[in-house]
């Protein structure tokens, strides 16, 4: 479970590695962000600042769009 | 702001994804279609990449895979609007996205899959040996059974 975000390591993964812009082709990492439903995950749970969160769910919700990630998701 | 805007043409990316009732052959003259477009918008192509056949995460007018492709480019944000009409208007095309990009703010993807690469040869290479010896052992019982049959047979 490399995946999984730690809940003590509250740090902003996209400050932290100097990533200004996050990219929606980027599946790998948004997947880090949302749910097993698929529903993006509040910087609460996750540690991501305030500027990136607002740019990691416009990037996740592009990644929708262009089928790259499920609008929803059934876990089985 | 505004004098650094128009001062160099903006870059934009445009991913699109072609119907999966295609086959591959005939991809050619609809991605050529799409570098037409850009063509008469006035803009400069400076990158394409295939992303080959994916299959989409939802199926998208009866479609379960696409064909993605990704092209870069500078055009003036005045013609960008007819490319993206012209785009929407292409059956084949069944969804694309231009996004504008920033140049100088992108960094490039850690790629966290190229990490575990190099440790699975090593794991590999240890199976492998445990096979051999594995191998090894075998080969020797299997020898020794059949000192033991010949004597038997040495005997009869």
């Given amino acids: ?76 | 702001m505004a004098k650094n805007k128009s001062a160099a043409t903006p870059h934009y990316e445009l991913l699109y994804i072609i119907a999966n009732k295609f086959s591959e052959n005939e991809l050619e003259p609809i991605v050529e279609k799409v570098a037409k477009l850009i063509e008469e918008g006035q803009g400069t192509t400076t990158h394409t990449e295939d992303w080959g056949k994916k299959k989409l995460a939802y199926p998208i007018n009866g479609y379960t895979h696409g064909y993605y492709r990704l092209v870069e480019f500078d055009m003036e944000a005045a013609n960008l609007a007819r490319v993206e009409r012209n785009l929407r208007m292409m059956p084949e095309v069944v969804r694309h996205m231009i996004v504008k990009k920033d140049l100088s703010r992108v960094t490039p993807i850690p790629r966290p899959a190229a990490a575990p690469k190099p440790e699975l040869p090593v794991k590999a290479e240890k199976e492998v040996k445990e096979e051999k010896q594995k191998e090894k052992t075998n080969l020797k019982d299997l020898d020794e059974k059949l000192d033991k049959i010949l004597e038997t047979n040495d005997l009869l």
Avoid: W
Avoid at chain 1, 15 to 37: A, F, M, P, Q
Avoid at chain 1, 44 to 51: I, L
């Fill in chain 1, 1 to 76: 479970m490399e995946n999984t975000i730690n809940k003590n390591d509250k740090q902003c993964y996209f400050c932290v590695n100097n990533i200004k812009e996050i990219d929606y082709k980027d599946g790998h990492t948004l997947r880090r962000y949302v749910g097993s439903y698929m529903k993006i995950f509040s910087k609460k749970k996750t540690g991501t600042c305030a500027k990136h969160q607002r740019k990691l769910a416009t990037a996740i919700k592009r990644a929708r769009i262009m089928a790259l990630m499920p609008f929803v998701n059934q876990p089985k």
